[in-house]
């Protein structure tokens, strides 16, 4: 089943991010942390994927980042589980950043990215869909301000990969998408959005270098 807009269980979903994403805020702003989530949610439902998707898309951060004294991820899981059930569940964590292995063993930040390149391998196509529309916003968003702004270091800051290891990031991850055969409509936008923060990436440095920059044909 497709879905073109509201319903009461994608309501629910938006309610339970907001409650989890209380007080939190996107990096290096003041905007509401549930402003991504909610727009993850849009693009998703701009390509007509079905509600446990585009709830997944609503909930995708959750786990990952609401993990507190009050709510442990065990917890975190059992609630998303239950309201919203193990389809959602499911794909809510092929697309949450792990920080230990099977093993037990501590991820550094580098091995977190390399594990969730790797479990898209066996991720399923919702958690695909998902994947994409997150890393469709977020460098979106970072594309955009970048063109509104006079410092670009400004928004570089905001990372703690720094301007390489963000764009090879977003790059990294159209790339393994690809590879794994995900050729769904949104990897044509993906792909103009990651060019489009490789070509900004490229001009802050060169200004950063005091060199001319370089002619593309």
Known sequence: MTINGYSDRINHALAFAAKHHDRQVRKGTR??????PANVAIILTRYGRDEDIVIAGILHDVIEDCVRENYTRAML?????DKFGMTVLDTVLAV??????DGGTDLSSDERKDDYLERLIGAS???RWVC?????????TIVADLQRTIDPMTVWGRFNAGRDGTVRWYRRVYERLRELGFTAAIMEELRRVV????ELAESSQTADSGASP????
Not at 31 to 36: S, V
Not at 96 to 101: F, L, P
Not at 195 to 198: F, R
């Open 214 to 217: 370089s002619v593309r044909r």
């Open 132 to 140: 994409a529309a997150d890393k469709l916003h977020n460098a979106g």
């Open 96 to 101: 949450t950043h792990r920080t230990v292995d």
């Open 195 to 198: 060019e489009s923060l490789e």
């Open 125 to 127: 196509e919702a958690a």
């Open 77 to 81: 899981e059992q609630r998303i589980g």
């Open 31 to 36: 905007l509401p942390y549930l402003t991504h």
